[in-house]
């Protein structure tokens, strides 16, 4: 029989996507490639959380075009966090939505909780001051310690790595790039899962790592067939 | 996904491409970083796991195919764990999947998250045996100079029903104090390997088999307390902390910086008001004596024994229908019930020269030892425990007032002082611990 208030002592671990929907993600099938990638990494997040029971997890998410706006806020549970098609245009303002994520990660943190985790994904270059967001970030108690991954998204040319070599400054792993829908789909689901595991049980790695670092575990290969473009 | 269903065969052996000793992989199972579990159909019929390993595993770990191929040749020590059957490099003429195979998971088996998430409350008989099941994969294992490395729930799987235990990912498996493999999970491994001073090995393996015995009766860390709760960000470097460099037992008898946040951490305080002294001390000796000591860690014989005893000790309250562990019943006495608070005399059993607790679960056996029957609950009120007739004897039962009963076999008898069972002329009186 349940023994009657018995709760496992959890701690909150806010998820955060940030994602450009800018006018260049119109093109060749790019924003319904996110869109459906975002909604098919729902499932193996759930099963991510449920495998870390001591973790509470909140999925919010940022999109930015000409503007940045909240699409998910405030954060849901992901047990019934429900994706809604974003649609492209306009510039790519990623300064400003890291600014508004910096906003809630100074007013809105719980007093205990687990690193946030702060998935990327664009496919070309901020138009608006986004290393000034990133200096914000990087002095913010949370933002430090979180754990960041950026996917570029689109031919490896288009992409403006030195912007997401920086987002993921302390990071182990280089950003992501790409190539193909399938591609992304594959990093969605590896960063909504390894991340939320490497946020909520710790970094767990071979002997010749220190143990003490919070790296992110290598990238699995992509297994699905290459094919389409965008 | 396109791979289903598609037709594989082993890449050293290029005839079976052409005769019928191919596999089928038919779905993906589960994938994680150390690879991607599939079922795969052999040219018996016959349904298996298949692990395989990326690419970039293989490259870090290159000892990894030597080190599976000799578990797979000498074979399991214990039934509960996926143990690799063979190693194979299987492919469809394009592509590679290096790994190996193993018996598949029974659906009957439940994450052991599950259960600590609290999604699937257990009684605690069942939580008894999953452990004792647990101590003993673990002690032949340990026994044959092997160890696990990474004891962890994430690796465990039980049936609700009964306490059965699966033990998958023995991938890190290697002799005791050998090098490759992973460190271990944060929070499972013992503080000198979180501090760097050591490797895993079968000293190290104690230390996170007690962790994980813990949780499974605490439903928390053994050192999560005060110290976890002023951490703002839960960080590796706080980890390395309270794991590692100043790891402090939560129930230490005279340092009390790190008790439990009633607060935050409710669950602990809870159950060391339900848990028996018996056990409680060898978690003690655990996490005080053996924390930073692994010589004085308790190995798994020592667990099996203090389980043992819990077992034989858990009671049943017919006022609320909760399991009561109790910590003397020798000379006889009474027992206040954790929940209800209601003072009683345990229900026992008699035949022979033996005298049984009951409490749901308990399994009942002739004077040959051959089980005859199992404590059940009332499916319409939890409260009332009754014997399961699961012979084919009908059971003749003398009621308190003197009426007789017939009870065949599923049916079962409600059990209170005073009933008498008989199975043919094998007698069994059911009374209270007075």
Same mark, same amino acid.
């Given at each position: 029989?349940?023994?009657?208030?018995?709760?496992?002592?959890?701690?909150?671990? $806010?998820?955060?996507?940030?994602?450009?929907?800018?006018?260049?993600?119109?093109?060749? +099938?790019?924003?319904?490639?996110?869109?459906?990638?975002?909604?098919?990494?729902?499932?193996?997040?759930?099963?991510?959380?449920?495998?870390?029971?001591?973790?509470?997890?909140?999925?919010?998410?940022?999109?930015?075009?000409?503007?940045?706006?909240?699409?998910?806020?405030?954060?849901?549970?992901?047990?019934?966090?429900?994706?809604?098609?974003?649609?492209?245009?306009?510039?790519?303002?990623? +300064?400003?939505?890291?600014?508004?994520?910096?906003?809630?990660?100074?007013? $809105?943190?719980?007093?205990?909780?687990?690193?946030?985790?702060?998935? &990327?994904?664009?496919?070309?270059?901020?138009?608006?001051?986004?290393?000034?967001? &990133?200096?914000? &970030?990087?002095?913010?108690?949370?933002?430090?310690?979180?754990?960041?991954? +950026?996917?570029?998204?689109?031919?490896?040319?288009?992409?403006?790595?030195?912007?997401?070599?920086?987002?993921?400054?302390?990071?182990?792993?280089?950003?992501?790039?790409?190539?193909?829908?399938?591609? &992304?789909?594959?990093?969605?689901?590896?960063?909504?899962?390894?991340?939320?595991?490497?946020?909520?049980?710790?970094?767990?790695?071979?002997?010749?790592?220190?143990?003490?670092?919070?790296?992110?575990?290598?990238?699995?290969?992509?297994?699905?067939?290459? +094919?389409?473009?965008? | 996904?396109?791979? @289903?269903?598609?037709? @594989?065969?082993?890449?050293?052996?290029?005839?079976?491409?052409?005769?019928?000793?191919?596999?089928?992989?038919?779905?993906?199972? #589960?994938? #994680?970083?150390?690879?991607?579990?599939?079922?795969?159909?052999?040219?018996?019929?016959?349904?298996?796991?298949?692990?395989?390993?990326?690419?970039?595993?293989?490259?870090?770990?290159?000892?990894?195919?030597?080190?599976?191929?000799?578990?797979?040749?000498?074979?399991?020590?214990?039934?509960?764990?996926?143990?690799?059957?063979?190693?194979?490099?299987?492919?469809?003429?394009?592509?590679?999947?290096?790994?190996?195979?193993?018996?598949? /998971?029974?659906?009957?088996?439940?994450?052991?998250?599950?259960?600590?998430?609290?999604?699937?409350?257990?009684?605690?008989?069942?939580?008894?045996?999953?452990?004792?099941?647990?101590?003993?994969?673990?002690?032949?294992?340990?026994?044959?100079?092997?160890?696990?490395?990474?004891?962890?729930?994430?690796?465990?799987?039980?049936?609700?029903?009964? #306490?059965?235990?699966?033990?998958?990912?023995?991938?890190?498996?290697?002799?005791?104090?050998?090098?490759?493999?992973?460190?271990?999970?944060?929070?499972?491994?013992?503080?000198?390997?979180?501090?760097?001073?050591?490797?895993?090995?079968?000293?190290?393996?104690?230390?996170?088999?007690?962790?994980?015995?813990?949780?499974?009766?605490?439903?928390?860390?053994?050192?999560?307390?005060?110290?976890?709760?002023?951490? /703002?960000?839960?960080?590796?470097?706080?980890?390395?902390?309270?794991?590692?460099?100043?790891?402090?037992?939560?129930?230490?008898?005279?340092?009390?910086?790190?008790?439990?946040?009633?607060?935050?951490?409710?669950?602990?305080?809870?159950?060391?008001?339900?848990?028996?002294?018996?056990?409680?001390?060898?978690?003690?000796?655990?996490?005080?004596?053996?924390?930073?000591?692994?010589?004085?860690?308790?190995?798994?014989?020592?667990?099996?024994?203090?389980?043992?005893?819990?077992?034989?000790?858990?009671?049943?309250?017919?006022?609320?229908?909760?399991?009561?562990?109790?910590?003397?019943?020798?000379?006889?006495?009474?027992?206040?019930?954790?929940?209800?608070?209601?003072?009683?005399?345990?229900?026992?059993?008699?035949?022979?020269?033996?005298?049984?607790?009951?409490?749901?679960?308990?399994?009942?056996?002739?004077?040959?030892?051959?089980?005859? #029957?199992?404590?059940?609950?009332?499916?319409?009120?939890?409260?009332?425990?009754?014997?399961?007739?699961?012979?084919?004897?009908?059971?003749?039962?003398?009621?308190?007032?003197?009426?007789?009963?017939?009870?065949?076999?599923?049916?079962?008898?409600?059990?209170?002082?005073?009933?008498?069972?008989?199975?043919?002329?094998?007698?069994?009186?059911?009374?209270?611990?007075?």
């Amino acid at each position: 029989m349940p023994v009657p208030g018995l709760q496992i002592a959890k701690r909150q671990l $806010n998820f955060y996507y940030i994602l450009d929907i800018s006018g260049s993600m119109s093109t060749n +099938g790019r924003i319904q490639a996110l869109n459906q990638s975002v909604r098919q990494s729902i499932p193996k997040m759930v099963e991510a959380a449920k495998s870390s029971p001591n973790a509470e997890l909140i999925v919010h998410a940022v999109t930015f075009g000409s503007d940045a706006k909240w699409h998910i806020y405030p954060g849901v549970p992901i047990e019934s966090f429900v994706w809604q098609d974003v649609s492209a245009s306009g510039t790519t303002t990623m +300064g400003a939505a890291l600014n508004l994520v910096c906003d809630d990660l100074e007013n $809105n943190m719980p007093s205990r909780s687990l690193p946030p985790v702060l998935v &990327l994904v664009s496919d070309g270059h901020p138009t608006d001051s986004f290393d000034k967001s &990133l200096s914000r &970030l990087v002095n913010s108690p949370w933002g430090r310690k979180s754990v960041r991954i +950026g996917i570029g998204m689109g031919p490896k040319a288009e992409v403006d790595w030195g912007t997401m070599e920086r987002f993921m400054f302390d990071m182990d792993v280089a950003p992501l790039h790409a190539a193909n829908s399938a591609d &992304l789909a594959n990093y969605i689901r590896w960063a909504s899962t390894v991340a939320v595991a490497a946020s909520s049980t710790g970094y767990s790695g071979a002997e010749e790592s220190a143990p003490a670092h919070l790296g992110a575990p290598p990238i699995p290969p992509t297994v699905i067939d290459f +094919g389409d473009v965008f | 996904m396109e791979l @289903l269903n598609t037709r @594989l065969w082993d890449e050293k052996n290029s005839k079976s491409r052409n005769t019928n000793e191919a596999y089928i992989l038919k779905n993906e199972l #589960g994938s #994680g970083t150390q690879g991607t579990v599939y079922k795969i159909e052999d040219c018996e019929g016959q349904e298996l796991a298949f692990k395989a390993y990326p690419q970039l595993y293989l490259d870090q770990d290159s000892n990894i195919e030597k080190r599976i191929r000799e578990l797979a040749e000498n074979g399991s020590p214990h039934h509960a764990f996926l143990w690799p059957i063979q190693w194979l490099k299987l492919t469809d003429g394009q592509r590679t999947f290096m790994g190996y195979t193993m018996p598949l /998971r029974g659906s009957e088996y439940i994450p052991s998250t599950d259960f600590v998430n609290g999604t699937r409350p257990l009684e605690f008989r069942t939580v008894i045996t999953a452990a004792k099941n647990l101590a003993d994969a673990f002690f032949h294992l340990h026994t044959q100079g092997l160890c696990y490395k990474d004891i962890s729930f994430g690796n465990f799987f039980f049936n609700p029903q009964n #306490g059965d235990c699966i033990i998958c990912d023995i991938d890190n498996i290697c002799y005791s104090g050998e090098g490759g493999g992973v460190l271990g999970t944060p929070g499972f491994m013992a503080p000198e390997i979180v501090t760097g001073n050591a490797r895993p090995c079968a000293g190290t393996d104690l230390h996170s088999l007690a962790v994980l015995i813990f949780y499974m009766f605490y439903i928390h860390h053994p050192l999560d307390g005060k110290q976890e709760t002023a951490i /703002r960000i839960m960080d590796d470097i706080a980890r390395r902390k309270i794991y590692g460099t100043d790891a402090l037992y939560i129930f230490h008898p005279t340092n009390k910086t790190n008790c439990p946040d009633p607060g935050t951490q409710s669950a602990p305080l809870i159950m060391d008001e339900i848990l028996p002294k018996r056990l409680k001390d060898t978690f003690k000796k655990a996490f005080v004596n053996g924390l930073k000591n692994r010589d004085h860690r308790v190995v798994e014989s020592e667990w099996r024994i203090v389980l043992d005893h819990i077992e034989k000790n858990l009671a049943h309250c017919s006022n609320c229908g909760q399991e009561v562990f109790i910590d003397k019943y020798y000379p006889a006495s009474t027992y206040q019930c954790w929940n209800c608070k209601k003072e009683q005399y345990p229900i026992t059993l008699s035949a022979g020269a033996e005298k049984i607790m009951l409490s749901p679960g308990v399994s009942i056996q002739d004077e040959y030892g051959r089980k005859i #029957g199992t404590i059940v609950r009332h499916p319409a009120d939890p409260k009332i425990i009754g014997l399961r007739n699961e012979t084919d004897i009908i059971w003749l039962i003398t009621k308190p007032d003197g009426e007789g009963q017939r009870v065949p076999r599923g049916k079962s008898v409600v059990v209170g002082p005073g009933v008498v069972i008989m199975v043919n002329d094998y007698k069994m009186v059911i009374d209270q611990f007075k």
